[in-house]
């Protein structure tokens, strides 16, 4: 499965950034899909993740509340819309998919089966 993200840009704090991942594959349906970040000189951490009906999200503390992940198995694709953006949300974000169903936000990097390159987001003033 090929992830491929897009959507990040440069902005303020307080604005908004729709991020979208595709992944046209037949068995995209079957994943839990997922959302990670990492900023320079820091792990790779969890965002956010959706289960494969959609029905069920987890979200890191940090971004609760102004965060939401959303999957359409349509169109093969997951997408993150972050509001309130804050400099502390600066990261190349990633997707990720998971055969693994996880529930909870300690969800281990190391437990995907794919991963996307990245799309950079930063939110400076």
């Known amino acids: 499965v090929q992830l491929a993200e897009s959507g990040g840009g440069v902005v303020q704090p307080g604005d908004y950034l729709k991020l979208v991942c595709r992944a046209p594959d037949r068995t995209f349906g079957s994943y839990q899909m997922h959302w990670f970040r990492q900023a320079p000189g820091k792990d790779r951490e969890f965002v956010a993740c959706i289960k494969w009906s959609g029905g069920i999200t987890y979200y890191a503390n940090s971004v609760k509340g102004r965060f939401t992940i959303a999957r359409d198995n349509a169109k093969d694709a997951v997408y993150l819309e972050m509001y309130n953006l804050k400099p502390e949300d600066t990261a190349v974000y990633y997707c990720?998919?998971?055969?693994?169903?996880?529930?909870?936000?300690?969800?281990?990097?190391?437990?995907?089966?794919?991963w996307g390159k990245g799309t950079q987001v930063s939110v400076s003033s």
């Open positions: 990720a998919a998971s055969a693994t169903y996880y529930s909870g936000s300690d969800v281990p990097s190391g437990g995907m089966a794919y």
